[in-house]
């Protein structure tokens, strides 16, 4: 299979793997419940930024790890929603703190969007993460941003999190 960095569209992952399993855009409709005509259109493109949740249950329909597929929206999407609900997923998935980190800094580089809002949305929802390494490195992650940003509330907020 081709690494995240590879892929040009996420249509050629479902389209690579799907092939790759002898599976036909028929056997993977009924998989996954999702119409074969846009399985079609996400394999050739047509869809450009296919729902994330749609490909999810493809990819899961495929046995594509989570992992390569957070792994490969991470390096293509730009979208603060998605990134963020992507962030969300991970996390509620329990994956790996290098991934988590991943997606949150790709979050936190969201052009179009104010700095200090995507970086409070991303401290309003560390709190609640039971992981102690995943908190620590987005607090972190939160300083180091907040820091080349100028966001000095967030300096402050970060480092006092990091005290407790």
């Known amino acids: 299979m081709k690494t995240a960095s590879k892929i040009k569209i996420i249509g050629e992952l479902i389209h690579d793997t799907r092939r790759a399993s002898n599976i036909t855009l028929t056997l993977l409709s009924e998989l996954s419940g999702i119409n074969k ?56 998935q329990r994956g790996s703190t290098e991934l988590i980190r991943k997606v949150a800094a790709k979050y936190l580089k969201a052009p179009n969007e104010d700095s200090v809002d995507l970086t409070e949305k991303l401290y309003q929802i560390i709190a609640p993460i039971e992981d102690d390494s995943i908190k620590l490195s987005l607090y972190n992650l939160i300083i180091e941003h907040s820091r080349s940003h100028g966001i000095m509330p967030y300096i402050a907020k970060g480092l006092y999190q990091l005290s407790y």
């Not at 996400?42 to 597929?69: C, H, M, W």
């Not at 929206?73 to 929603?81: F, I, L, M």
Request: charged share 25%.
């Open 37 to 92: 005509g846009t399985i079609s259109r996400i394999e050739n493109g047509e869809i450009k930024q296919p729902d994330f949740s749609t490909v999810r249950i493809l990819a899961t329909s495929l046995k594509i790890p989570f992992e390569t597929l957070v792994d490969y929206y991470v390096e293509v999407e730009k979208r603060a929603e998605l990134l963020f609900d992507i962030l969300q997923t991970t996390i509620l």
